[in-house]
């Protein structure tokens, strides 16, 4: 059974709100990054290329590198959390189907259980009928 055997049937998706989402992606969140980068590295080369005092120079290249580093260390946080996000999604598309499965499964272990433990008790349950009908009969 191929792994693509276990998920249920996808469903189409509209192209015009598909189109939409891509146009309001660019424009809502890789524009504004690229924007940030764009404007981190300006800063960049104007601490490098602007002349000023000696020491400020190299504290304010410092400081450009510690929040370069704090922000690498954001965005891989931020990865990890979109990366989740994502597969708990399709996991929780893909829930529902399984559950169903096994839901059904347990309905028809169910039924064999209460099959066979009625077939258990039925000569049991027959002797203990006899034996009380003529206890009945005896009394009379």
Do not use: C
């Amino acid at each position: 059974m191929a792994p693509n055997d276990l998920l249920p049937p996808e469903k189409q998706r509209n192209p015009v709100t598909q189109e939409a989402h891509r146009h309001q992606a660019f424009w809502q969140i890789y524009f504004p990054m690229i924007l940030f980068g764009a404007f981190v590295i300006v800063a960049f080369i104007m601490a490098v290329l602007v002349d000023s005092q000696g020491a400020s120079k190299w504290a304010d290249i410092s400081l450009i590198y510690m929040i370069s580093l704090a922000m690498v260390t954001f965005l891989i946080t931020m990865i990890i959390i979109v990366v989740t996000v994502i597969y708990t999604a399709k996991l929780i598309k893909a829930t529902p189907y399984f559950f169903f499965i096994i839901q059904k499964y347990a309905y028809l272990m169910e039924a064999g259980v209460k099959r066979a433990s009625n077939m258990a008790a039925e000569p049991f349950l027959r002797v203990n009928s006899f034996i009380a009908g003529a206890r009945a009969l005896r009394k009379k």
